[in-house]
C-alpha cells in the first residue's frame, strides 16, 4: 500500500516535529494517518521499523535534491555551488538529514543502527529500509559520485575532478555545524573552486593552477565527517524539521 505507506512517513515526520521519537506512539501515527494500527504494523512491522523507513526517505529525498540542483543549469562551477546549497538549507529545517550528514544524533531523534537488520517483511520497500543505511561518508561519497557524472566531460582526468566536488561537499557539510557568513556556502563553494581550478568555469580534469592549494584541498578532502562533538546541531534548538524531498521554507 504506497499510498498509506507515505501518509503513515508522512504522519510520523510530522510527530517528531512536535516531541522527542521516544514518546512517538505508533496509535498516534496510525490515527494521524487515518489507517489502523494493524496497517502500520503491516507496512514496518514494528516502531524500529518505522524509524529505519523514515530515514531511509529522508536519506533518498536528500540524495534525489541533490540530483535535481546538478541538473540545473548553468556551469559546472554553478551546479555544484547549488548542491552545496541544497545541503545547507534541508539540513537546516531536517534535524534528520543533519544527523545523517554529521553522525550527530541527538536525544530527540530516532538513532536506528545503521548495519542491516535482519528482515521478514513481504513488503519490498521495507526490506530496503531493514538494510544498510548510510553513513555520513556514504552519503558524501554519494554526492560527489553524482556530481563528478553531471560535470565530467570528455578528457575528463576523474581523480581531480573527484576531489573538487568532494572539498565542495565537505565544506558544506562543514557549514551545517559552523553557518557560515554573509555571502553564505555560495561564496565559499565558488572561493574554493576558483582557487583549485582557476577564475574560469570548472573544467572537468583540468590541472589545478596553484599546486599548493591543490594540495591542501587533497589534504581537506581526507578528513573525516563533523564529529559529534559539535553541540550547534542540538535537535532542541533547531528548527521545525520539513521533509528532504522538500524545499525547507
Known amino acids: ?8 512517513l508522512d504522519a510520523a515526520f510530522t510527530a517528531l516535529a512536535r516531541r522527542s521519537w521516544a514518546v512517538v506512539r505508533m496509535v498516534d501515527v496510525a490515527a494521524a494517518a487515518g489507517v489502523s494500527r494493524q ?26 535534491g541533490v540530483e535535481r540542483a546538478l541538473s540545473a543549469h548553468g556551469d559546472a562551477r554553478e551546479r555544484l555551488t547549488a548542491a552545496a546549497e541544497w545541503t545547507t538549507n534541508v539540513a537546516r529545517g531536517n534535524p534528520l538529514v543533519r544527523a545523517l550528514l554529521t553522525g550527530c544524533w541527538s536525544e530527540r531523534l530516532p538513532a536506528p543502527t545503521l548495519a542491516a537488520v535482519p528482515s521478514s517483511s513481504a513488503v519490498p520497500a521495507q526490506r530496503r529500509a531493514d538494510g544498510p543505511l548510510p553513513s555520513p561518508g556514504d552519503l558524501l561519497a554519494g554526492v560527489r559520485d553524482r556530481a563528478v557524472a553531471a560535470i565530467a566531460g570528455p578528457g575528463a582526468a576523474p581523480d581531480d575532478l573527484a576531489r573538487t566536488c568532494e572539498l565542495a561537499v565537505r565544506l558544506a557539510v562543514s557549514c551545517v555545524a559552523v ?11 565558488r572561493g574554493v573552486i576558483t582557487a583549485t581550478q582557476g577564475p574560469g568555469p570548472v573544467a572537468p580534469g583540468a590541472a589545478p593552477h596553484q599546486p599548493g592549494t591543490a594540495a591542501a584541498g587533497a589534504n581537506t578532502a581526507k578528513h573525516g565527517p563533523i564529529p559529534a562533538s559539535h553541540g550547534a546541531l542540538a535537535a532542541s534548538s533547531a528548527p521545525t524539521p520539513t521533509a528532504a524531498g522538500r524545499s525547507p521554507r
Do not use: Q, W
Open 39 to 64: 496497517t502500520l504494523y503491516n507496512e514496518f512491522g514494528s516502531k524500529d521499523g518505522l524509524a529505519r523507513a523514515l530515514v531511509r526517505r529522508e536519506a533518498d529525498g536528500y540524495l534525489a
Open 1 to 8: 500500500m504506497p499510498a498509506a505507506r507515505e501518509c503513515l
Open 179 to 189: 553557518p557560515p557568513g554573509e555571502g553564505g556556502v555560495a561564496e565559499l563553494v
